[in-house]
């Protein structure tokens, strides 16, 4: 059964930073891999998705990694700001329908 | 114009009452899913539905039951709620299963407190 595990669990920087959020997962035979986003009482907003042939993916200042073989997956911000506060959560797929594995998310806080 | 629609957003309940979430996506999505947000936020999958067919129930009570009358909706019905039903449910939808690349959209999410 896969899990998948993120650290670190919190994370607070000063603005302009630039960070590194880490994901791992158990069963490197994933199909794909994406990171979302969670704003406080809200619903999830994906970010980026790897599909399992892929090495990285990149949307303005984020991009994600993937290294199947090793099981970890991150997502590197550039520049921080402030208003990239927020839960970064991982899931991988494994194909068909079963849905996504969540890990447990990084709550990130960017200080201004 | 929200991709996926459901409601009510919040819910306060007394235990053993039966209450019943929508939910509803304008993408066109053939697959609608239902997870579950804990209290320590942990993410599960609960429901998935392709064509109108049931295709995984991840260890659910059996007070937890999806209703698909169409494509576009994947509603969910809980009889008998208990405290621990308390969580954050969220809808999602996608083209295609998850795992065929595409990605999964969700809803805002429904709030849950059973009292």
Not at chain 1, 34 to 48: A, E, I, M, N
Not at chain 2, 2 to 20: C, I, R
């Amino acid at each position: 059964k896969q899990e998948v595990t993120q650290i670190p669990a919190a994370l607070s920087v000063p603005e302009g930073e630039n960070l590194v959020l880490n994901c791992s997962f158990t069963d490197s035979a994933i199909y794909n891999l994406q990171w979302f986003r969670q704003d406080p009482g809200k619903g999830l907003t994906s970010l980026l998705l790897i599909q399992s042939s892929q090495r990285e993916q990149t949307s303005g200042r984020l991009n994600a990694s993937l290294d199947k073989s090793s099981g970890r997956s991150t997502l590197y911000i550039a520049a921080s700001q402030p208003g990239d506060s927020a839960t970064y959560l991982c899931a991988s797929s494994g194909g068909g329908a079963d849905g996504l594995t969540f890990g447990k998310g990084t709550h990130l806080i960017i200080q201004p | 114009d929200t991709a996926v629609s459901q409601t009510p957003k919040y819910l306060v309940t007394q235990m053993g009452n039966d209450k019943s979430i929508k939910c509803e996506q304008n993408l066109g999505h053939d697959t609608m899913y239902w997870y579950k947000q804990d209290s320590k936020k942990f993410l599960k999958i609960m429901f998935s539905y392709n064509n109108k067919e049931l295709i995984i129930n991840e260890t659910v009570p059996n007070r937890f039951s999806p209703k698909s009358p169409d494509k576009a909706h994947l509603n969910l019905h809980i009889n008998s709620l208990e405290l621990g039903d308390s969580a954050v449910y969220f809808c999602a939808s996608s083209q295609g299963a998850g795992g065929s690349g595409n990605t999964i959209y969700f809803g805002e999410g429904s709030w849950l407190t059973v009292v």
